[in-house]
């Protein structure tokens, strides 16, 4: 053998989204270096992919001539990426998965976890309230992940039970979702439903299917295709904009994988133009619209995991791996080590520290770097609903480039970036200030922005008193124009003619109500300076956490709350 060379087998095949590619036949044996370029040695005169099985697992390679005629008739940029491009995937599937001892031990504990929810006679898990479909499913697809014992018969059993909680009612909004719970009233009976049920269940289905279905009985498996087909007619019907990010690249995968094994050309047509629609604007501005979400980031990297390993199109393939490259190196841009947490500014966060909730781009996070640092200890029971996701990405597994797996290890030292997250009529931009000891998260708009629970366009993070994260948020819920001038942030009501109330949460151990007044903020480990503002603030306190507000009255001449971060 060539020194420092290993054996590889090369099973070469028309790519067809095979869900089992190494049933290919077996054509040549060789040895290659370890330092091989394979991208000069891969014919590129037809669209091909190749096989390689090592002891790690297995490589996949796709080349083409261009590869993708799609993307060629839709962005010539695109193209000029995509010709002669080698994209190397690596494919984990219940047998060649190589967890560490880590991992498996978060993977047993989140199992165990949710099964101390487990409803023997409905089939599923969940709460005195009811049992959550969503949960179930993710329950499921983690026990067949783990094979132990009775693992596949009680997986089985709440598949076939979440499989009941189907809507199936053609022609309506709700065609082809679930329930929520085994509790809810029916739609048809005025209950609530959520249309996005469809993608996660139905995304957790098709993996099962297709990483763990020598693991299911013929019922559940057919039980499965059945609800899949709902599904897809449903999400074919709904046309979820690309904008929304976690459930359009779910939504895209579903009608995709639908339309490959039910032979639907519509579900082909529609799940190909969304993907390209959604990958066309990634690349504009590098990073999704549904921006900086400690929690659906982590969405985000679970279907385009999927997208990279079981993807029914290889040019979903290609757009998969580049994506999911793009947003761990966007996320790593982003993240604090030595803070455990992202700098702000938020589109959508349940919280301001990811080590007292579970943020699901937080827990892929800790399972790359096997680390615990970026989520709570798995005792905890804020947003628990969301540890289910550790043994979900443990089974697709987590691709990190090198560059953004050092940010995630440890701080790289001061750095500011800005980023464009929409331009024109909307114009919004974030930036984000990270130093040793502290963050500044802004996102200014061209257009008054109402803040939501989740929506937090200024954000700051700092070490307070014994080292503890302290935090501050704007939470106003009222229209809103921020900008910047220099390094300072200005604020202002969208509409004069209205009274308007700009509300900060702060999370400051050792403050007190004094640390507030009408120029400063004197917090433990950081000063915020307020050189204007439009009235003198009013406070108040609970605990650690207090809440800064700026009541405007209508008409109001001073309208402007400047801040200065030191």
Not at 202 to 210: A, D, H, K, Q, R
Not at 274 to 285: A, G, T, V, W
Request: proline letters at 5%; glycine letters at 8%.
């Amino acid at each position: 053998m060539i020194p420092g060379s290993r054996a590889i087998r090369f099973h070469p095949m028309l790519y067809a989204g095979a869900s089992n590619p190494t049933k290919a036949c077996i054509t040549s044996t060789t040895e290659v270096p370890a330092k091989y370029d394979f991208a000069k040695k891969i014919p590129r005169n037809i669209f091909q992919s190749w096989q390689v099985h090592t002891t790690q697992g297995s490589i996949r390679f796709f080349t083409g001539k261009p590869f993708s005629p799609i993307l060629k008739e839709r962005n010539s940029m695109t193209v000029g990426i995509c010709i002669g491009l080698a994209l190397i995937i690596q494919t984990m599937t219940i047998a060649d998965a190589d967890l560490s001892p880590t991992v498996k031990e978060w993977v047993d504990i989140t199992l165990s976890r949710q099964g101390e929810t487990w409803d023997e006679a409905a089939g599923m898990i969940g709460s005195s309230e009811g049992n959550s479909t969503r949960g179930t499913m993710f329950y499921a697809l983690g026990l067949l992940q783990r094979g132990r014992g009775e693992d596949g018969e009680r997986a089985c059993k709440t598949i076939r039970s979440v499989c009941k909680q189907q809507y199936v009612a053609p022609g309506s909004k709700y065609h082809g979702t679930f329930s929520r719970s085994d509790t809810d009233k029916p739609p048809r009976d005025g209950g609530d439903y959520d249309q996005n049920w469809r993608e996660f269940i139905g995304l957790s289905m098709i993996l099962i299917l297709e990483q763990c279905g020598d693991s299911v009985d013929e019922e559940t498996r057919q039980a499965m295709l059945n609800a899949l087909r709902y599904a897809c007619e449903g999400a074919y019907e709904r046309n979820v904009s690309w904008q929304y990010t976690n459930i359009s690249l779910m939504s895209a995968f579903l009608l995709g994988w639908g339309a490959k094994q039910f032979a639907n050309p519509e579900w082909k047509a529609r799940g190909e133009e969304l993907s390209r629609d959604i990958y066309e604007n990634f690349i504009k501005h590098g990073t999704f619209t549904e921006y900086n979400s400690p929690t659906y980031n982590g969405v985000n990297l679970w279907a385009l995991a999927a997208w990279r390993v079981i993807a029914p199109t290889p040019e979903m393939a290609v757009m998969g791996t580049e994506m999911e490259a793009g947003l761990w190196r966007d996320i790593a841009r982003s993240y604090h080590a030595g803070l455990s947490n992202f700098c702000g500014p938020y589109d959508r966060s349940y919280g301001m520290d990811m080590r007292r909730y579970f943020a699901i781009t937080g827990i892929a996070i800790a399972l790359a770097t096997e680390s615990p640092a970026s989520m709570p200890d798995l005792s905890s029971h804020t947003h628990l609903h969301d540890v289910a996701y550790l043994p979900l990405l443990a089974l697709l597994g987590l691709q990190v480039p090198e560059d953004a797996m050092a940010h995630l290890k440890s701080f790289q030292g001061t750095r500011r970036y800005a980023r464009i997250i929409e331009k024109g009529r909307t114009d919004r931009r974030a930036y984000s200030w990270l130093y040793d000891t502290y963050m500044v998260g802004v996102q200014t708009n061209s257009r008054g922005t109402k803040i939501s629970s989740q929506y937090h366009p200024f954000t700051v993070h700092w070490k307070g008193n014994n080292d503890a994260i302290s935090w501050i948020r704007f939470i106003s819920d009222t229209l809103a124009i921020i900008s910047l001038s220099g390094d300072a942030i200005e604020m202002q009501p969208a509409r004069k003619s209205v009274q308007t109330v700009l509300n900060f949460e702060i999370y400051a151990p050792g403050a007190e109500m004094a640390s507030f007044n009408a120029g400063s903020w004197n917090l433990p480990g950081i000063t915020i300076k307020t050189p204007v503002v439009p009235v003198n603030p009013e406070v108040k306190q609970k605990d650690n956490t207090f809440t800064v507000s700026y009541p405007i009255p209508e008409g109001h001449k001073r309208n402007r709350l400047i801040i200065e971060v030191n």
